[in-house]
């Protein structure tokens, strides 16, 4: 069989490159209008397409040549290569514009692209993708031929001019042809090109590097960034004593803290006694075998690296030099404790009352604050109702509707739809129903930030009660989690009850209940109806110790007693919640039979892209026909399938007699932006605020009810539960004496007491890493309601905004420079706001570095 014809193939591959390749530009043109000033765009206009010209014209040279000849050969080859990977880059490009509005970032795909476990998750964008590559074929088809003829006669003509033979025609001045006249004409067309040259030439180099490299990259240099791997120096060891810092007169000798009891001072700004002091401190509590995560408190260890020096490590490590890659609170300048202050009076009273024998920490996936629970008049609400014509008789039965969307987060959390107690309607059968007493049931945050809009750097936040590596997605599996981990917390006081032989079930009837619930052993489990393959969040689990997982691969074992699966999976992860109750019902019966303490971390998942529940949940329509909001109605169900899910929890808790004595921890991993939000959606590489805001709540039947207001974010759950842990007399002497000492070495504060918004002129400052992680981050302060997005590459515009005044970011502030937003938030929100603007990114940019450093992180 014949091969196809050269003259088949080689007109088409340039004609595909050309269009997906100015397809892909103007579209990247389109995201970027309105980010440049009106006259800059039409200067620099011509600039923009300055790469695109040329990779066309290497294609048509590649695809010159009409005979089988091995340059012809390999020129076919490579051409149809570069046709065929911009078709696709620039189709994907369209396909997530079409689902999320924002524009996709070769570097983060390229990670998303090698992880096995995330194929399905790009597999969902398949039906736009595709349509958009069937358009641009389409659109290639027609102008195949005259294409790739015409441009090749041009480059001809072209070359004809430019050598040596034909040199006088490029001159502007020439004499005519007749021999009879001595009259010169003048050619325009040469002194276009050499004004037009000249013209490129010089706007190319005066134009600023920011944003306009980034706007002028052709596509295949954009996606070779996929390929490219970034590699920082290891981080400066003089951070740690903060003279690094970028605001030093916050520093001064005279604004130290003197150590006291289990508070270990703050002096940083240089090396001194106090530092030195904290690394030597002796710990009563430190047995002669320490768990993991606990390496800094053990001397032997850190002896030895000082004395090596360096470790070997893999290629993400940099030198662990003992003293230096640890974090010492004396030492961080951001830090704020509260923890000289007294608890809330209302707390005090209770504690006495309270007993705390198991902990259970539930994650719930994509849970904004405003739908936990939704309340009449918010924003969300006017939205919903604005998607109502006026004239549609259902738009009476939207607050009914939405009265009954989140009963179980308003019992949780004590708020509720309607703002007077007698509007609110009895809940629906099978909704579970709080037991507690009336103005009981803990304390609920308000104004709660997550540490991360992506998933599992956010469960670092809240299981360990560190920030978050601003690397994209989960990188810091490949570092050094600087904290220990609620698990290896719950290890160490195990490690007094294996070594003293404690434990005897037939002496624990003898002590008192409060007694013998010191003395039982922990149990870590965690518990999700997912894949953990994803983004190696397996190994993140073995980081934190857990000492059980159950997951998505464990009900799908054969040999696994909960074998098979009772429901088909909803999304590209896994299955419903429900698929889990089995097991956790288990659980809590063999904890309860063999008198043990519980630590139950669970993960919901339903919540996630793209909103489905399992078949058997009836669904209620919540959107109005005006506009499209097919996606928000979507969720909204899901959000009530997992409101009742966390019903269903709590139920198991009461159905096995535990629930008085169980902390219940709900937060959000992150929010998630729609279209009613924002142009721009989802959590990739959106700082909306709609992503941050995330529900907080300490539940327990036995304390009193509390809506505290705190911008803190999810960090602060651990010293928190070590904080209830010690004040309702919850551990024995040895752990409470642990707990008590371990609290004041996190970063994050505890939402028992006051939350500390400001000290001596430093500020509480919030960070947040925007999904995938390395790009962008949030910073915003307890102190001011001011919110930035700072861009950690030059690909992305800094962002402002006043959630005083625009408390859903409807009218953001965005530019491409520091200054040039300066200028702006200066002339809108005056100078204080603008310094404060200033300040926070070179704290951010302190941070991320200091980040880099804490988790001896070099990749």
């Given at each position: 069989m014949n091969l196809p014809s050269f003259r088949a193939w080689q007109p088409f591959f340039f004609s595909l490159l050309v269009v997906a390749v100015l397809s892909a530009k103007l579209l990247h043109l389109f995201q970027h209008a309105r980010s440049i000033p009106l006259l800059r765009f039409i200067i620099y206009f011509p600039t923009?397409?300055?790469?695109?010209?040329?990779?066309i014209i290497v294609q048509r040279l590649l695809l010159h040549g009409q005979t089988r000849s091995v340059q012809s050969t390999v020129g076919l080859a490579i051409g149809g290569f570069l046709a065929t990977i911009s078709l696709g880059a620039s189709a994907a490009q369209y396909g997530f514009y079409y689902v999320t509005g924002g524009e996709l970032q070769w570097d983060a795909a390229g990670s998303v692209a090698s992880d096995p476990a995330a194929i399905r998750l790009m597999l969902s964008g398949i039906v736009?993708?595709?349509?958009?590559?069937?358009?641009?074929?389409?659109?290639?088809?027609?102008?195949t031929p005259v294409?790739?003829?015409?441009?090749?006669?041009?480059?001809?003509?072209?070359?004809?001019l430019v050598t040596p033979g034909n040199w006088d025609m490029l001159l502007p001045v020439v004499r005519t042809k007749s021999d009879l006249s001595h009259q010169k004409i003048i050619r325009l067309w040469p002194l276009c090109v050499l004004t037009t040259i000249c013209s490129l030439t010089l706007l190319q180099f005066v134009r600023p590097a920011v944003p306009y490299d980034h706007i002028s990259a052709t596509l295949p240099v954009s996606l070779s960034r996929m390929l490219h791997s970034k590699s920082n120096n290891c981080p400066a060891h003089s951070l740690p004593n903060g003279k690094s810092f970028p605001l030093p007169d916050l520093l001064s000798q005279d604004l130290w803290i003197m150590p006291h009891e289990n508070y270990k001072g703050w002096a940083p700004g240089q090396d001194n006694f106090f530092i030195q002091q904290y690394m030597e401190r002796d710990r009563n509590w430190i047995p002669e075998t320490l768990p993991a995560g606990f390496e800094r408190w053990d001397k032997k260890k850190m002896l030895e690296a000082e004395n090596k020096a360096l470790t070997k490590g893999g290629r993400n490590k940099c030198p662990d030099i003992s003293g230096t890659n640890v974090y010492n609170p004396v030492a961080d300048p951001l830090r704020i404790s509260n923890l000289d202050l007294e608890p809330y009076g209302e707390l005090r009273e209770a504690f006495k009352d309270v007993l705390i024998s198991h902990v259970v920490l539930v994650t719930m996936e994509s849970t904004r604050k405003d739908m936990f629970p939704i309340k009449h008049d918010s924003y969300l609400h006017q939205k919903i109702l604005q998607s109502y014509k006026d004239d549609d008789s259902d738009k009476a039965q939207v607050d009914e509707k939405l009265s009954q969307l989140t009963r179980v987060a308003e019992q949780v959390t004590g708020?509720?739809?309607?703002?007077?107690?007698?509007?609110?309607?009895?809940?629906?059968?099978?909704?579970?129903?709080d037991q507690s007493a009336p103005g009981m049931g803990g304390i609920n945050v308000v104004g709660a930030l997550t540490g991360s809009s992506l998933s599992f750097k956010s469960v670092l936040g809240s299981h360990c009660g560190v920030g978050?590596?601003?690397?994209?997605?989960?990188?810091?599996?490949?570092?050094?989690?600087?904290?220990?981990?609620?698990?290896?917390?719950?290890?160490?006081?195990n490690n007094e009850k294996n070594s003293s032989g404690k434990h005897q079930d037939g002496k624990e009837a003898l002590r008192d209940y409060r007694a013998s619930v010191h003395q039982r052993e922990w149990e870590s489990v965690f518990v999700q109806s997912i894949t953990d393959r994803y983004d190696r969040q397996d190994e993140l689990n073995r980081h934190m110790s857990f000492g059980q997982s159950f997951v998505r691969e464990t009900f799908e074992d054969e040999n696994n007693k909960y074998y098979p699966p009772?429901?088909?999976?909803?999304?590209?992860?896994?299955?419903?919640?429900?698929?889990?109750?089995?097991?956790?019902?288990?659980?809590?019966?063999?904890?309860?039979?063999?008198?043990?303490r519980l630590f139950l971390s669970h993960f919901t998942s339903t919540t996630h892209h793209p909103w489905t529940a399992p078949d058997d949940f009836s669904a209620v329509k919540y959107m109005g026909s005006e506009g499209s909001h097919e996606h928000m109605d979507s969720f909204l169900n899901v959000v009530r399938y997992d409101d009742l899910w966390l019903g269903q929890i709590?139920?198991?808790?009461?159905?096995?007699?535990i629930a008085n004595e169980t902390l219940v921890v709900v937060v959000g991993d992150h929010g998630q932006a729609f279209e009613e939000d924002t142009q721009l959606t989802g959590t990739y590489e959106n700082g909306h605020i709609s992503n941050f805001r995330v529900p907080l709540v300490f539940r327990h039947p036995h304390l009193p009810r509390l809506q505290v207001s705190a911008n803190a974010t999810s960090m602060s759950i651990l010293p928190t539960i070590l904080d209830l842990l010690v004040s309702t007399n919850s551990l024995d002497a040895t752990d409470t004496s642990a707990a008590s000492d371990l609290m004041h070495d996190y970063e994050a504060q505890s939402l028992l007491r006051p939350y500390q918004t400001s000290l001596n002129g430093r500020q509480a400052w919030n960070f947040g890493v925007i999904n995938a992680g390395g790009a962008l981050l949030s910073i915003s302060s307890a102190a001011v309601p001011y919110r930035i997005i700072i861009p950690l590459s030059g690909?992305?515009?800094?962002?402002?905004?006043?959630?005083?005044?625009?408390?859903?970011?409807?009218?953001?502030?965005?530019?491409?420079?520091?200054?040039?937003?300066a200028r702006a938030v200066r002339k809108k929100h005056g100078e204080e706001a603008a310094k404060w603007a200033t300040e926070a990114d070179a704290i951010g940019r302190w941070w991320t570095k200091e980040m880099h450093r804490l988790y001896n992180y070099n990749g």
């Open positions: 923009f397409f300055i790469q695109d010209c040329f990779l736009p993708v595709s349509t958009a590559g069937m358009a641009m074929v389409l659109a290639t088809w027609p102008i294409l790739h003829n015409k441009f090749g006669c041009w480059l001809t003509s072209v070359w004809k708020e509720s739809f309607y703002n007077s107690p007698g509007k609110q309607p009895d809940l629906l059968p099978g909704v579970w129903r978050p590596l601003p690397r994209d997605f989960l990188e810091e599996v490949n570092g050094k989690i600087y904290q220990p981990c609620i698990p290896q917390i719950l290890e160490l006081f009772k429901s088909p999976e909803i999304n590209y992860f896994g299955y419903a919640e429900t698929e889990v109750k089995p097991f956790i019902r288990d659980l809590i019966a063999d904890v309860v039979a063999k008198k043990k709590l139920g198991l808790l009461d159905e096995y007699g690909d992305f515009m800094f962002r402002f905004t006043n959630t005083a005044t625009d408390s859903n970011e409807l009218h953001p502030l965005e530019k491409w420079t520091l200054m040039d937003l």
